[in-house]
């Protein structure tokens, strides 16, 4: 199972994840980062307080989550002020909300991707004394790296819709395995409780505790931070009432911004402070707002800015500037160099059978020949029209990606240097099984080719003198040949995909 989980995993990184953390590479400031802590890529500086000290590592995936686990680091520390406590979380806004509002704690970090060779990695580099989760943190990969080493775990604020029990059931001998590596599930209520029971987990390790998220303190405000707040945020002493829509989601905004209008009416000097749930949306969220009239602060703006502008965006213009000039080309190049390239081998080689001796037409043949000047010349043009895209677009591809890579961290570029030769010699080892059997497999073609022709040109002689049974054997016989030829390279050549 796990097998197939990890091929899953890493499948969906490749075509899914990977390519949408790239996008969030180029348009949110500061993801470098979380992507490289994500790839496991942590700095040793970064888990130095933690690491082989028998810490309680502390993980949750967003906001909600970090605000359950505020008040236990809290306690933690009050009680053992000595034990070390490492944080974790997935999403960016639970990483920021962390640094915010728990100093107490020795180290915070992103959560690694439950990829095999990162969450192991991750697991031996950090050695805690305990891992808890919050919520249904379960990732098979990082659970099974946690059993190996035996380090117990536990569920904190544990909670388990109907909806998700029932998904949950798909998982059989995984979920069983995760369940197995939990020591202790403290449950939000007896429902959940029941839930996580009738998943598999040991009822003796199942106890009902309640949220934590109601146990949190770190929302108490002082006079000085309040009357800093509302300078930041331009409320002056009329700023009445003052509305805050907190962690909303889309088509939220425009409803709350119908109500606030009717309320405008009545009290004029109204504010409306929104906090959506994701920050990628706030130019979805500044048009509809322009749709009602509204000008829009930040308080990022509001503040006073510190430092340069990152460049970033300017250079990201002129990369895709040039990817467009690159694309141009490949196009221009694909019709000259691939539609003009076959018109003038098919030309060439038609001049040539014409200048054949009759040794050579008896050692091609005609169906051979037929083979040559339609199908062979097509495969050709694909060929070249396949290979002009990494010739103009690869290149450039791989440079950008190094490039990046050695900006981000160079652990990350010599994962790319090393995997490049290795690449490299796979794609070379299956051209090199892979080409003897093209000729063999061209000869097949051939063959049938030739009976096909001789059979459709004597049919008259093949009804007449009942040979149809004959013929029709020795066809099968030359598409059964061809055919083991043709699945044996197949094997091989498709072991280029997935590189």
Same mark, same amino acid.
């Given at each position: ?91 960016? %806004? ?78 059989? %001998? ?132 510190? %430092? ?31 539609? %003009? ?100 497999q061209q000869a097949g073609i051939d063959r049938l080719n030739l009976i096909i022709q001789e059979n459709l040109t004597a049919i008259q002689i093949v009804k007449a003198f009942c040979r149809e049974d004959y013929e029709e054997a020795k066809f099968l016989a030359a598409v059964s040949e061809q055919r083991k030829i043709a699945e044996k390279s197949g094997r091989i050549s498709v072991l280029n995909i997935p590189i």
């Amino acid at each position: 199972m796990y097998i197939l989980y990890n091929i899953l995993i890493i499948l969906a990184f490749i075509i899914i994840v990977l390519p949408y953390f790239l996008y969030r590479l180029v348009k949110e400031k500061g993801f470098g980062n979380r992507f490289r802590q994500n790839m496991g890529l942590v700095r040793r500086e970064e888990i130095a307080p933690v690491a082989d000290t028998n810490c309680i590592w502390l993980h949750g995936a967003s906001v909600g989550e970090m605000v359950a686990i505020s008040p236990l680091v809290k306690e933690i520390k009050k009680i053992m002020p000595e034990r070390k406590v490492l944080v974790s979380a997935v999403t960016v %806004g639970g990483y920021d909300m962390a640094r915010q509002i728990m100093p107490e704690a020795d180290a915070i970090i992103n959560f690694p991707l439950d990829l095999p060779f990162v969450a192991s990695s991750m697991v031996s580099r950090i050695r805690p004394g305990i891992f808890i989760m919050v919520e249904t943190e379960l990732w098979p990969n990082f659970l099974r790296a946690i059993r190996k080493r035996n380090i117990p775990a536990m569920m904190m604020n544990g909670r388990i819709s109907e909806k998700s029990a029932k998904n949950y059931r798909y998982l059989s %001998g995984l979920l069983r395995d995760m369940l197995n590596t939990i020591n202790l599930f403290c449950m939000q209520s007896s429902i959940d409780a029941k839930f996580i029971t009738q998943l598999g987990a040991d009822p003796e390790k199942i106890i009902v505790t309640g949220n934590t998220k109601f146990d949190q303190t770190y929302a108490e405000v002082s006079p000085e931070d309040l009357a800093t707040y509302k300078t930041e945020l331009g409320l002056g002493e009329d700023a009445y009432p003052v509305i805050v829509a907190g962690s909303t989601h889309r088509t939220e905004e425009e409803a709350v911004l119908t109500s606030f209008t009717a309320l405008r009416k009545k009290y004029p000097h109204a504010r409306l402070i929104i906090a959506p749930r994701k920050l990628n949306r706030i130019e979805e969220i500044k048009k509809v707002n322009a749709k009602f009239g509204y000008e829009m602060g930040f308080r990022s703006k509001l503040k006073e800015m510190e %430092g340069m502008r990152p460049e970033f965006p300017v250079l990201m213009l002129l990369l895709a500037f040039i990817a467009l000039l690159f694309g141009r080309t490949y196009a221009r190049l694909i019709a000259v160099g691939g539609q %003009g390239f076959g018109a003038e081998l098919r030309r060439a080689e038609f001049e040539k059978v014409q200048q054949f001796s009759f040794l050579n037409m008896d050692h091609f043949r005609s169906s051979g020949l037929i083979t040559r000047l339609t199908g062979d010349v097509q495969i050709i043009q694909n060929m070249i029209t396949g290979g002009i895209r990494p010739a103009t677009r690869g290149i450039l591809s791989i440079t950008i990606a190094m490039a990046f890579s050695f900006i981000l961290d160079t652990r990350l570029a010599l994962i790319f240097l090393i995997m490049l030769p290795i690449i490299g010699i796979g794609l070379f080892l299956i051209v090199r099984f892979t080409f003897p059997l093209f000729p063999k497999q061209q000869a097949g073609i051939d063959r049938l080719n030739l009976i096909i022709q001789e059979n459709l040109t004597a049919i008259q002689i093949v009804k007449a003198f009942c040979r149809e049974d004959y013929e029709e054997a020795k066809f099968l016989a030359a598409v059964s040949e061809q055919r083991k030829i043709a699945e044996k390279s197949g094997r091989i050549s498709v072991l280029n995909i997935p590189i």
